[in-house]
C-alpha cells in the first residue's frame, strides 16, 4: 500500500520556468510533510518542509503549498535552473508517531539549458 | 564535515557472508534512522533508534538483520546470511531531539552489493 504516491516519473522543464512537482498521500493522520533532492551516487538532501497547520511555505526559490482536504501537495521552483536537475523525493511523517518517513518513490527532474 | 557520515560507501558480499553498515549521526543529534532503497524505488524505513534504544524496528526484516546504536561509537545496521536480494542502497538518517519537526539529514548511502 503506497501511502504517499509521486505519479510522474519525470519531468523536463526549459532553464527560467518554473518546475511544479507532486506528490499525494492517503493517511490523513500525516502531519508534516518534506521535499527532498537526490543526486546520483548522493544521499537525500533536505529542502522544504510543511506542517499540516500551514497551506505554504516558501525557501528562496522552493515553495511548497499543502491542500489537506485533496491530501495533495506541491513543490514550485521558480525559476528553474540546470543544478535543479535531479531526483525529487516527498516524504510524510506522523510526528505523534516515530518520526519515520514515509517517501514517494521520486519523479526525476531534468531542467534544459 | 559536520553531516551524517556512512561507512562503508560500497560494500560486496557473497551470499552467506555478514554485511555491516556504520553510521556517525550528525553532531549533536541522538536520533538515527535506517533506509533502505531498492532500484527505481523510494526509500523505505527500516528502523529507529536513540542511544542504546530500539524505539521502531517495524520496517526491519524480523530475520538476519539487527540494529544498534550504543553510548560510543556509531550506528550499525548488521545483516546475517545475506542473500542476493539485500542488494540496495541503505541510508542513514539523523536528527536533533525533541518533535516531529525536525528533518532528518541523510548520509550518502552504503550500496551493498551481494554476489
Known amino acids: 500500500d503506497q501511502q504517499v504516491k509521486q505519479n510522474s516519473p519525470s519531468l523536463s522543464v526549459q532553464e527560467g520556468r518554473i518546475s511544479i512537482l507532486n506528490c499525494d498521500y492517503t493517511?490523513?493522520?500525516?502531519?508534516?510533510f518534506l521535499w527532498y533532492k537526490k543526486y546520483p551516487a548522493e544521499g537525500p538532501t533536505f529542502l522544504i518542509s510543511?506542517?499540516?497547520?500551514?497551506d505554504k511555505n516558501e525557501d528562496g526559490r522552493f515553495t511548497v503549498f499543502l491542500n489537506k482536504s485533496a491530501k495533495h501537495l506541491s513543490l514550485h521552483i521558480v525559476p528553474s535552473q540546470p543544478g535543479d536537475s535531479a531526483v525529487y523525493f516527498c516524504?510524510?511523517?506522523?510526528?505523534?508517531?516515530?518520526?519515520?518517513?514515509?517517501f514517494g518513490t521520486g519523479t526525476r527532474l531534468k531542467v534544459l539549458a | 564535515n559536520a553531516g551524517v557520515m556512512q561507512n562503508p560507501r560500497h560494500l560486496v558480499r557473497r551470499r552467506g557472508q555478514e554485511a555491516r553498515l556504520r553510521c556517525s549521526p550528525m553532531?549533536?543529534?541522538?536520533?538515527v534512522y535506517w533506509y533502505r532503497q531498492l532500484p527505481e524505488e523510494g526509500l523505505k524505513f527500516m528502523v529507529y533508534?536513540?542511544?542504546?534504544?530500539?524505539?521502531?524496528e517495524s520496517g526491519m526484516p524480523k530475520e538476519r538483520f539487527s540494529a544498534e546504536f550504543p553510548k560510543e561509537g556509531p550506528s550499525i545496521l548488521r545483516i546475517q546470511q545475506v542473500v542476493r536480494g539485500d542488494s540496495a542502497a541503505y541510508f542513514c538518517?539523523?536528527?536533533?531531539?525533541?518533535?516531529?519537526?525536525?528533518?532528518?539529514?541523510f548520509g550518502d548511502g552504503t550500496r551493498l552489493s551481494i554476489l
Open positions: 493517511n490523513s493522520m500525516f502531519d508534516y
Open positions: 510543511i506542517s499540516s497547520i500551514k
Open positions: 533508534l536513540q542511544k542504546e534504544n530500539i524505539i521502531d
Open positions: 538518517a539523523s536528527s536533533a531531539a525533541g518533535t516531529g519537526n525536525q528533518p532528518q539529514h
Open positions: 553532531k549533536g543529534h541522538s536520533h
Open positions: 516524504a510524510a511523517s506522523e510526528t505523534s508517531g516515530t518520526y519515520k518517513y514515509i
